[in-house]
């Protein structure tokens, strides 16, 4: 007897992905950026510059990568303004309709961000969207570095899931190369924090929506 193929499984990112916080992290990587005079960012410079690990992101602006203390300064600042003004921001557009549908479709999804794990769940609680997860893991440990090895522990923790039937949704490189680091499969959404060149570069589908991410993951997990 055949075995049972499991559902396919979406695991999301939450900032830039199911969560709209340009905005504020926009003005909180100027707030930190003003504490060394450097000069503030538009959105469009941002997307074009991105990447991690962080301090690459602040050597490419900077031209040098930030000492200790100047990283462990703007990483505060970052912070403490992040979360003053994220409580402006709301789901993008469409996230919870797409959510709701895909758990009824009967396959599982789950969430892997790399913002503080106790930051993380009482604000996806305060949405009401947690029960559409079957897991939400944020960031534990410094800030900063790359989401691959947290992508394997948190597919290792799914138990049930299959990597090769398992596709993450994010905005950004990094959400597919911790995909392919953890044997899973990627869509990047051009919504967030990289521009859709920088993305291309990857070698995933790169879409301009959620429902169009939500469309193609079901077409690579089948």
């Not at 926009?26 to 997307?47: D, K, S």
């Not at 990568?65 to 003053?84: G, K, N, Q, S």
């Amino acid at each position: 007897m055949a075995k049972q193929q499991e559902p396919a499984h979406i695991v999301w990112d939450w900032n830039g992905t199911l969560f709209h916080d340009n905005d504020a992290i926009i003005g909180a990587t100027n707030a930190a950026f003003a504490e060394l005079g450097l000069e503030p960012l538009t959105l469009e410079r941002y997307r074009a510059l991105y990447c991690v690990p962080v301090p690459k992101f602040y050597e490419r602006l900077m031209g040098r990568l930030p000492t200790d203390a100047e990283w462990e300064l703007m990483d505060d600042v970052f912070h403490r303004y992040y979360a003053e003004h994220r409580v402006r921001c709301a789901l993008t557009d469409g996230a919870e309709d797409l959510l709701s549908g895909w758990r009824s479709a009967g396959h599982s999804q789950s969430l892997l961000s790399m913002y503080v794990h106790e930051e993380l769940v009482p604000l996806v609680r305060g949405f009401g969207i947690e029960p559409h997860f079957i897991r939400v893991d944020g960031r534990t440990g410094p800030s900063g570095g790359s989401k691959a090895e947290h992508m394997v522990r948190h597919l290792k923790a799914l138990g049930v899931v299959e990597p090769e039937r398992t596709v993450v949704i994010g905005d950004a490189a990094d959400d597919a190369v911790a995909a392919l680091h953890a044997g899973a499969r990627a869509v990047l959404y051009t919504g967030g924090s990289h521009s859709r060149a920088s993305l291309e570069g990857v070698g995933v589908p790169v879409v301009d929506s959620l429902e169009e991410a939500v469309a193609v993951a079901g077409r690579l997990a089948a």
